[in-house]
């Protein structure tokens, strides 16, 4: 008899939990955007300037080394950090400092950012600086977006042009 009443309590919680699934898999309803909204993804991939200049080795620093390790320049291999900034009419939608990873902070970054913005037609500045040795931005785009209900903005930077590209 404990077969009998196992086998009807594990039919019983199956059952619930059965229509617990079905339950969420359509109710409540997942809205992404709302009508009234649009998306700007931030997607990127790059690799900071040097951080620092190369330095030219004295004749003395040379002499003292082995022959087989006698480079005349010596250079840091640090990047520097990647900071971008996207204003939409003049409001900062992203604004991000992404420092280089690595042991020797000598890689590039990956930076992916969604922010929801209004639909409409806006004004759209991208600023990105690349080079710690360089006050203000490296890299400037600006131009006027009109955005559809519920549409995809993608900003990409194409490093081989170096230049952004919208999508």
Known sequence: MPN???LLLQILNYTVFMALVWYFSFSPPYVRLTPEESMITLALSHAG???HECRRKSQEELAKL????RVLEECPRERSPIKIEVLM???YVIDETVDPPG????QGVDIY???KVPKGEHMLEIRMNDNVRVEGPTHHY???VSLGSAQLLVIQF???QNQFVLK
């Open 113 to 115: 950012h969604s922010v």
């Open 142 to 144: 600006r131009q006027a």
């Open 89 to 91: 009419n003049d409001k």
């Open 49 to 51: 300037k040097p951080a």
């Open 158 to 160: 194409n490093n081989a």
């Open 103 to 106: 042991l020797y902070k000598d």
């Open 66 to 69: 082995p022959p087989n390790m």
């Open 4 to 6: 009998a009443k196992r």
